[in-house]
């Protein structure tokens, strides 16, 4: 089979796409028209259902003050709900998770079936963190410091030499204080405002509705990295949920996924949702492709189940032939006759306001945060990458970066803090962006910079500023 050479799946991270052709593009909508080829590719939602028409944002000192970004976390971290993890994470009674953010540190702990209580990691002594380990399993937790205990709730169990103590000084509530927590199709979410609206209203029901056919509560966690990244949580969180730069910072996926006509849907409280056309090319390169296959379809058709031997000789029949491959296979853990065509094939991006953007595909989810850093430094942040896959399932698609995972679901797999120069380590697309942030950090702060300007393509992030302000400016 004749392999197209135009296109070079080993490209550096710093090489860029060849300067653009011109485009039929329709702007002023949330979605653009798309081939026609299959139904579920079209458009779900034409009309605007909001005009983000602020295309540029002038307030760039918010990647970089301190000031701002102690009122971030006043106003918007403690104040939302953040996606944390899946119950299947804690698996059985007396299990925990630690979680992290920004300098705020929280336990999450398992009790009977799906009962879960989650309380900060503070001794209520002298406020030692109670627990170091990411995941584990215990009845009672025992400070290092002076061994006071409390059980796996939070609550005050033991006070050392109690007798020493002048009763005025402990006669008040010692049990560790709670932080709101709740689940959605089994992913726990937490939110330190205690008056916050319950979990359900806060994702809304549109949503819901829209991520019906995933199989959310049938996952293992097979991934779980973090790193320190020397960039602003918010310009790394914007670097994905915009297709845009797809075609020069990626450009080895130039001939496999569509940026450009992404259907980009906006939901209420900030959550969005981006649809990237798998095994389209980009229009950028399609008419400078040569009819064989790129690396990346090869790949896709392989893990969609499809032989060698039936590879189509273009590239335009692969993403039929991989939607055919799997609708077929009635054998597989995934129930892929639930999902529209195009989801079998495209990605789903489903972002969470504020800082969670999740990658979904029948098969498993690739899920990220960006988090302020526990410094305060608004200059870094903690990136976040966590891959889950259906249970069961043998192979997942390889741009999730996961090799020889243990998908068995028997073990808690451990949280693995990368070295932050570790660039590699995150895999070859996201260590494109990696290298490219600190230059986009560094470069905003210049006199001659006069703030952000948004494309279409950029709309969630222009969507994004529309809710962060509802927060900072206190009306959330
Ligand atoms: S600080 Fe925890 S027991 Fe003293
Ligand atoms: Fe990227």
């Known amino acids: 089979m004749e392999t197209n050479t135009n296109?070079?799946?080993?490209?550096?991270?710093?090489?860029?796409?060849?300067?653009?052709?011109?485009?039929?593009?329709?702007?002023?909508r949330l979605g653009y028209r798309v081939p026609d080829w299959k139904d579920t590719r079209k458009l779900y939602k034409a009309a605007l259902v909001k005009d983000y028409s602020s295309a540029r944002h002038t307030d760039k000192e918010g990647y970089w003050s301190r000031e701002i970004a102690d009122q971030e976390w006043e106003k918007l971290f403690a104040r939302t709900w953040h996606m944390v993890g899946h119950l299947n994470d804690i698996p059985t009674e007396n299990s925990f998770m630690k979680v992290d953010i920004g300098h705020e540190s929280?336990?999450?702990?398992?009790?009977?079936?799906?009962?879960?209580?989650?309380?900060?990691?503070?001794?209520?002594?002298?406020?030692?963190?109670?627990?170091?380990?990411?995941?584990?399993?215990?009845?009672?937790?025992?400070?290092?410091?002076?061994?006071?205990?409390?059980?796996?709730?939070?609550?005050?169990?033991?006070?050392?030499?109690?007798?020493?103590?002048?009763?005025?000084?402990i006669c008040h509530d010692l049990n560790i204080p709670k932080v709101r927590v709740e689940t959605w199709r089994g992913w726990v979410f937490v939110n330190m405002n205690p008056d916050a609206v319950p979990l359900a209203e806060y994702i809304g029901d549109e949503l819901d509705t829209l991520l019906k056919a995933y199989d959310f509560e049938r996952v293992v966690r097979i991934r779980d990295i973090v790193q320190e990244w020397p960039v602003n949580w918010k310009a790394a969180h914007e670097a994905f949920n915009e297709g845009y730069h797809v075609q020069a910072t990626h450009p080895q996926l130039n001939p496999?996924?569509?940026?450009?006509?992404a259907q980009h849907d906006l939901y209420e409280n900030g959550h969005g949702r981006s649809i990237y056309q798998f095994m389209t090319p980009t229009p950028h390169v399609a008419d400078q492709l040569q009819p064989g296959l790129a690396e990346e379809h090869k790949i896709f058709l392989r893990e969609a189940g499809v032989a060698e031997a039936d590879f189509p000789a273009h590239w335009q029949d692969v993403p039929q032939a991989i939607i055919n491959a799997k609708k077929a296979?009635?054998?597989?853990?995934?129930?892929?006759?639930?999902?529209?065509?195009?989801?079998?094939?495209?990605?789903?991006?489903?972002g969470f306001f504020p800082s969670t953007?999740?990658?979904?595909?029948?098969?498993?989810?690739?899920?990220?945060?960006?988090?302020?850093?526990?410094?305060?430094?608004?200059?870094?942040?903690?990136?976040?990458?966590?891959?889950?896959?259906?249970?069961g399932i043998k192979e997942l698609p390889s741009f999730m970066a996961v090799e020889n995972a243990d998908m068995s679901g028997k073990t808690v797999l451990p949280r693995t803090w990368l070295a932050d120069d570790d660039i590699d380590a995150t895999g070859p697309v996201i260590s494109q962006d990696r290298v490219l942030l600190p230059r986009l950090q560094s470069g905003m702060q210049s006199r001659g910079f006069k703030g952000g300007v948004f494309s279409d393509q950029e709309i969630r992030i222009r969507q994004f500023y529309d809710e962060y302000y509802q927060y900072m400016r206190g009306h959330k």
């Open 106 to 169: 929280i336990l999450v702990t398992r009790g009977e079936g799906d009962a879960i209580v989650a309380f900060y990691n503070v001794c209520q002594h002298r406020g030692t963190k109670l627990v170091l380990q990411d995941f584990g399993k215990t009845k009672k937790l025992v400070c290092p410091f002076h061994r006071w205990e409390f059980s796996n709730k939070g609550d005050l169990l033991k006070i050392t030499d109690r007798e020493t103590f002048r009763t005025k000084a």
């Open 7 to 28: 296109l070079d799946s080993t490209a550096s991270a710093i090489d860029y796409a060849d300067p653009h052709h011109p485009i039929d593009y329709e702007p002023s």
């Open 256 to 261: 496999a996924v569509n940026a450009y006509h």
């Open 357 to 391: 953007e999740t990658f979904l595909h029948p098969e498993g989810f690739f899920i990220q945060h960006w988090r302020p850093h526990p410094s305060g430094d608004p200059q870094k942040c903690i990136y976040q990458a966590q891959v889950y896959a259906i249970q």
């Open 329 to 350: 296979n009635k054998d597989y853990p995934v129930d892929y006759s639930k999902f529209s065509e195009g989801q079998l094939i495209d990605d789903w991006g489903v």
